[in-house]
């Protein structure tokens, strides 16, 4: 099974100006998941609504550093039919520092909070997320770099992914 971005659609470019953009995740002709977002210079925040395994709604904010590089991720995981007005039944918040990246996640059952080692340049990843693979280009360039080997955080893993960014030029 292949789960593939189809479409990002930058609609503002300006450095002042915020940038929004989305994507649309499909499996076969099944769309799976639904994302958009905005980003500023000091801000990635965004909603993703999937439907896989059940349908649910996620808010994100990240704060970005003067590098560009996401400092706090906050994620609230929302589900049934008042959507993100109905209380959220989990919360994720992913600070990065130095070589630490602190999670902590909120549920029904139970508060839990970790320290998983990272690299510098670490980036949080979300379900359903496309948004944060774009954050990971977006660093590979402003390195002047063809490749990247980024630390991925997903909320809830004992550690870090690393995983190797390869900018394709044609």
Do not use: C
Not at 39 to 50: F, M, Y
Not at 91 to 112: E, W, Y
Not at 113 to 140: D, I, S
């Amino acid at each position: 099974a292949l789960i593939a971005p189809l479409l990002l659609v930058p609609l503002l470019a300006s450095a002042q100006t915020p940038e929004r953009g989305g994507f649309i995740v499909r499996l076969g002709n099944d769309t799976v998941a639904a994302e958009r977002f905005t980003r500023s210079r000091k801000q990635l925040e965004g909603d993703v609504v999937s439907r896989s395994p059940r349908a649910r709604i996620l808010h994100y904010v990240a704060t970005l550093g003067p590098d560009g590089r996401i400092t706090r991720y906050e994620s609230a995981m929302h589900v049934g039919p008042n959507g993100l007005a109905g209380p959220a039944v989990q919360t994720s918040v992913v600070t990065i520092s130095g070589n630490t990246a602190t999670v902590q996640l909120h549920s029904p059952r139970g508060d839990t909070t970790m320290r998983v080692a990272v690299r510098p340049g670490a980036v949080p990843m979300p379900p359903l997320t496309f948004a944060f693979y774009e954050q990971m280009v977006r660093q590979a360039r402003a390195e002047k770099k063809d490749s990247l080997l980024v630390d991925m955080v997903f909320p809830g893993a004992p550690e870090a992914t690393p995983t190797t960014l390869v900018v394709r030029r044609d």
